[in-house]
């Protein structure tokens, strides 16, 4: 399932998967069935261990059929990067911190971030940006096309701007001053 919005949607991954699962699985009939056995078992009428055994050969049959079926499961989220650990197409998923490459092999476990929304404002718009790549050769980029650098963004922020700068803006502005040169003498002193 993946969210859109306000809603839950299934993921591609989902319907492909209830396409695959025998019939059986998803009839009510089995359920009931189950449920029919329970209270035998809480009637002493057959023992949880018995049950236990027929889940076990029915979960084997469901299987073995799986496999002999001739549906296929089909990433349709791959992509034309190879894995640096294996050399199988990663998949592009969302995870919960933006996008990712992950190895469709689950011993492999090989995983990268592609973006994900960073906590960093847009100096420009001042909306939230988001941060792509590894490491110091991220990029934060913003919806409103801006772009910077993780390296140029740390820069940017460890110039503090000078609180006294700000105040002399903001008493210019009170007084009626030149807003605008007032404003430009601040950016040329922080990005000095
Ligand atoms: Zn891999
Ligand atoms: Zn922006």
Redesign the pocket.
């Known amino acids: 399932m993946e969210r859109k919005g306000k809603e839950i949607v299934p993921t591609s991954k989902g319907i492909q998967l209830v396409n695959l699962v025998p019939f059986d699985l998803k009839s009510p009939e089995l359920t009931a069935k189950w449920e029919k056995q329970m209270q035998l078992i809480s009637k002493g009428k057959t023992t949880a261990n018995q049950f236990v055994e027929d889940i076990k050969k029915y979960a084997a049959k469901l299987v073995s059929t799986v496999i002999a079926s001739n549906e296929t499961y089909r990433h349709d989220n791959i992509t034309r990067e190879k894995?640096?650990?294996?050399?199988?197409y990663?998949l592009d998923v969302n995870g919960k911190k933006g996008k990712m490459l992950v190895?469709?092999?689950r011993e492999?476990?090989?995983r990268k971030g592609l973006s994900r929304v960073s906590n960093a404002r847009c100096p420009d718009c001042h909306k939230k940006m988001e941060l792509k790549g590894d490491g110091e050769s991220s990029i934060f980029t913003c919806i409103c096309g801006h772009r910077e650098k993780l390296s140029e963004f740390k820069k940017r922020k460890g110039d503090k701007v000078d609180k006294k700068e700000v105040s002399k803006f903001l008493n210019q502005q009170d007084s009626g001053g030149n807003i605008n040169s007032a404003l430009a003498d601040a950016l040329a002193k922080w990005k000095k």
């Open positions: 894995c640096p650990e294996c050399g199988k990663l190895c469709p092999d492999c476990g090989y």
